[in-house]
């Protein structure tokens, strides 16, 4: 029986990480779980699941949550130092790094440093720290199995195959809710707009980042560290359908792709179960019923944020980071309505552009990198 840790257990992907959990008690296990401020459901996940270590992110709710779960045997923590704790639980051999945003990066850490297996869902663990990630998962001699679709559509389709006949990586995009929106009326954009993605259910954060494709910027910059590929290699197709995940092209001319319906289960479950495949019931994909698959390449004076992300990783050293802190405050002002939605990529530019990238030799080191661009990011907000 495998035993895992969840970190981020009330978000879309720790939900679906759990269904599939639930479903398979006689191979999955939780030793421990981490969540945010939706106390009533990480309650109720807790008496489901039954794990030695709950966290949640803030230290003031810790007596609400103890509260909730009254006469349950589990021992309730809270901020850095539970978040850690969960990471590192002796018991669990896989850690499911499923925390939104550059915060999952230190407790994923920890958990390599631990020992521990990642199936990792948190990307900006790879776009802020990834020849230092890298390297740790090297040294310790941990597996690392993507979480994300895309990335999985990859491993799966190099599976068997050896890297230096690799030509090229293509990774596929829906293009999101504002695919066929010309960009002049992208000015007008609400935050439902934003939201309203048209293929996948995602939390709000990568939701708003797959309408400004900032989302597959990220996934560029950790295919790199992933698959050990260049940049230049790694190309970007809009796929309206979602049914194609990601295709990986060799120097004889063959493309190999992995398809399937949009459900993030399916690559959740393969991460935890891997080599072997368990049934998710997600729905069985039917060519037949579909008219056609289409693909283009995407309109990088639409989805400036991609064309941000690719300028970061040729950059390199320190402005991944500070491109993705950025691009967490622009995300957040705009959900709060501070900011129109181009603006997201105006805050990010302007971030980027007074930053003179620099070396990063160790997680402290990304974390100040980090901390530079978010602070450089509301002081261009506040002129806003």
Not at 81 to 94: F, K, N, R, S
Not at 184 to 213: C, F, Y
Not at 338 to 362: P, V, Y
Request: charge should be negative; glycine fraction near 8%.
């Amino acid at each position: 029986m495998k035993s895992l840790s969840i970190l981020g257990s009330t978000g879309s992907i720790g939900v679906s990480t759990l269904e599939i959990i639930a479903a398979y008690p006689d191979r999955f296990r939780v030793a421990a779980m981490t969540a945010g401020r939706n106390l009533e459901l990480f309650a109720r996940q807790i008496r489901q699941f039954s794990p030695r270590i709950a966290s949640v992110a803030s230290m003031e709710d810790v007596p609400r949550l103890q509260e909730l779960c009254a006469g349950i045997n589990v021992e309730i923590m809270g901020g850095a130092d539970g978040l850690t704790a969960a990471a590192t639980a002796d018991e669990a051999g896989m850690v499911v790094a499923a925390i939104v945003g550059a915060a999952g990066l230190t407790p994923t850490a920890a958990a390599v440093r631990a020992g521990k297996d990642i199936a990792l869902a948190n990307k900006e663990t790879l776009v802020t720290a990834g020849h230092i990630f890298m390297e740790m998962i090297a040294h310790y001699g941990v597996k690392l199995y993507p979480v994300d679709s895309e990335h999985s559509a990859v491993f799966q389709s190099i599976e068997g195959h050896r890297s230096e006949d690799i030509s090229r990586i293509i990774l596929t995009a829906s293009g999101g809710p504002f695919l066929n929106t010309p960009v002049e009326q992208l000015t007008g954009v609400t935050v439902r707009d934003a939201l309203n993605h048209p293929n996948w259910s995602m939390g709000r954060k990568i939701t708003i980042d797959s309408a400004t494709m900032m989302n597959k910027g990220l996934e560029v910059i950790e295919a790199r560290w992933l698959f050990d590929a260049a940049v230049e290699k790694i190309d970007v197709n809009i796929h309206p359908q979602s049914i194609i995940h990601s295709m990986v092209e060799y120097v004889d001319g063959c493309v190999i792709a992995q398809l399937g319906t949009p459900d993030m289960k399916a690559p959740i479950a393969y991460a935890l179960s891997y080599p072997e495949r368990v049934a998710t019931g997600v729905k069985p994909l039917d060519l037949t019923t579909f008219s056609g698959l289409t693909f283009f390449k995407p309109d990088m004076a639409k989805f400036r944020c991609l064309g941000l992300a690719y300028r970061a990783i040729n950059d390199g050293e320190s402005m991944p980071a500070v491109m993705n802190a950025a691009n967490e405050i622009a995300v957040e002002a705009f959900l709060a309505g501070r900011i129109g939605f181009i603006q997201i990529g105006e805050i990010i530019e302007r971030t980027m552009d007074a930053h003179l990238a620099h070396d990063l030799k160790s997680i402290d080191e990304v974390l100040l990198a980090d901390n530079w661009g978010r602070n450089k990011a509301r002081e261009f907000l506040e002129a806003v």
